[in-house]
């Protein structure tokens, strides 16, 4: 059992309330999962200032104090002006390059670090504790912009650490969450690994992300690649996939796993229960479904 939410905001009158929103959103989840949580937001422009590569890591071992300190090696790497900033335990890190050269420079400088997550106008935050603990340690309420992902999460498949919790944020502004499991991601991991693909966990839902990313990587679209999700990949799941302008959504033929779609002129939003949805801004005049078992549902900005 874990807990999703996502919200992808129309109307650009909400972007300054995004993070409120979202903030709210994950609290209610937390009962389906307290030992970790994450979220990825898009367009906040303190985190992810435009027209900069952005980065995000965890295990840096870099203090507040330190953060000018590792700026100015990634910088010098980079040839380019680096700002860093430690919103809790996550590093981000943003340049006026793209994020992936931003990424390379700040591999060189913290090889042992793990990335959360990269791409223009993205930051990733997770962390290990009660997700209504880590939203205040985030300051998430003041955070803004278009598109939010995250989750709580109850571990099952490994360890309760920074690198097992969700968001999984494995290719250029895209993430991954997912409710439940998948029973053949040995196999799967395997295959990719075969395919040159790395890893930084055991997580199943890491298998799941890097299959989409390695999708996505050959030119299919995001409905397309979660069509192969439900093609490939055996177990029980909700996933909710997201990108710099997209946002989709996609259950197992079975659909155990619970899941609700509520979506307005001015918003579309998916959690694994409805309590998360009930405070948002006009949801008394939403349309509001289960999906479908392997329908995927998508939507773009």
């Known amino acids: 059992m874990c807990g999703i939410v996502g919200l992808h905001l129309r109307n650009p009158e909400l972007h300054p309330r995004l993070g409120d929103l979202l ?10 999962g307290a030992d970790s949580a994450g979220i990825a937001i898009y367009g906040d422009d303190t985190w992810s200032p435009p027209g900069q590569g952005c980065v995000s890591l965890l295990e840096t071992g870099v203090d507040s104090i330190g953060t000018t300190a590792v700026a100015s090696e990634v910088a010098e790497i980079a040839g380019a002006d680096v700002g860093a900033q430690l919103v809790a335990d996550t590093l981000v890190l943003t340049a006026p390059i793209g994020s992936e050269e931003l990424l390379a420079a700040a591999r060189t400088a913290l090889p042992d670090a793990l990335v959360a997550g990269f791409g223009a106008d993205l930051a990733v935050l997770k962390g290990v504790g009660a997700p209504r603990d880590l939203v205040q340690s985030w300051g998430l309420r003041g955070a803004s912009g278009w ?15 920074p690198s097992g919790a969700h968001p999984y944020a494995v290719g250029p502004e895209q993430c991954l969450v ?20 790395e890893f930084d966990s055991e997580n199943d ?10 999708q996505l990587a050959q030119g299919k679209d995001v ?38 779609i509520a979506e307005t002129d001015d918003w579309v939003a998916m959690a694994s229960e409805y309590r998360a949805l009930a405070n948002l801004p006009g949801v008394e005049n939403a349309r509001i479904w289960e999906p479908e078992p392997e329908v995927v549902y998508a939507w773009t900005r």
């Not at 093609?231 to 609700?260: E, M, Q, W």
């Open 147 to 161: 598109q939010g992902v995250g989750h709580t999460r109850m571990a099952t498949e490994s360890a309760v650490t």
């Open 223 to 260: 409905e397309t690649a979660l069509k192969e999700v439900c093609a490939t990949f055996d177990g029980f799941y909700t996933l909710l996939v997201s990108n710099h302008d997209s946002f989709a959504v996609v259950r197992d033929a079975i659909a155990c796993k619970p899941a609700v």
């Open 23 to 32: 903030s709210d959103m994950l609290g209610e989840m937390q009962d389906r």
């Open 178 to 197: 997912h409710n439940g499991s998948f029973s053949n991601h040995a196999t799967i991991r395997r295959e990719l690994r075969a395919a040159g693909v």
């Open 205 to 214: 839902t890491e298998v799941g992300a890097r299959f989409v990313a390695h």
